[in-house]
C-alpha cells in the first residue's frame, strides 16, 4: 500500500481506493483531454509553435476539503519516487489574479517509473489541478 494520512484525508492509489470501496468509482469524473482546437490555438498564440510547452493536454483535478488537504496532497506527490515534478503554479495566492478567476494550484508533472516506462510515457507531460471545494463550483 502506498497510502498516506495528512490531517483527517487518507490518500491512496485509485486502483486501491476502488477495492476498499467500491463507491469511491461514481465520485470521480474524469476531465476529457483538450479540444484539438483550444489546444492549436494555445501553441500557434501562446508558445509561438512550440508544441513541446503544451502540457496540460491530458489533465486532471482532485477537489479537496481544506488547504491543509491540499498540503497534504502535494507532500504525497512530491515524495512519489514515480512523479517528476515539472512545475507547480499556484493561483491561489492573493497576489496572482488569474485571467479567469479560478483559482487552484496546477502542477505540471510526468509520471516516470517501471510502469511508465514500459509504456513508453515517461516522458509525457500532464497537468494536474488541485482545487479546494470552495472554489469547485468553477469545474
Known amino acids: 500500500s502506498r497510502a498516506a494520512v495528512w490531517g483527517d484525508v487518507e490518500y491512496v492509489p485509485l486502483s486501491e481506493a476502488a477495492v476498499r470501496d467500491t463507491s469511491v468509482q461514481n ?3 474524469w476531465t476529457p483531454l483538450k479540444p484539438h482546437r483550444r489546444a492549436l490555438v494555445k ?6 509553435g512550440q ?3 503544451l502540457v ?7 477537489v479537496v476539503p481544506s ?3 491540499l498540503l497534504g496532497c502535494l507532500r504525497q506527490l512530491m515524495s512519489d519516487p514515480d512523479i517528476r515534478i515539472l512545475r507547480i503554479k499556484n493561483s491561489l495566492d492573493p497576489d496572482v489574479d488569474p485571467p479567469s478567476g479560478f ?3 496546477s502542477i505540471n508533472l510526468r509520471f516516470v517509473g517501471a510502469d511508465s516506462q514500459a509504456l513508453g510515457i ?11 471545494r470552495s472554489f469547485a463550483v468553477w469545474l
Do not use: G, M, N, P
Request: aromatic residues 6%; proline residues 0%; charged residues 35%.
Open 27 to 29: 465520485e470521480i469524473k
Open 43 to 48: 501553441v500557434l498564440y501562446r508558445y509561438r
Open 51 to 53: 508544441c513541446a510547452r
Open 56 to 62: 496540460d493536454v491530458c489533465r486532471e483535478t482532485i
Open 67 to 69: 488547504l491543509e488537504a
Open 103 to 105: 483559482r487552484a494550484v
Open 122 to 132: 515517461q516522458c509525457h507531460a500532464c497537468e494536474l489541478r488541485l482545487v479546494l
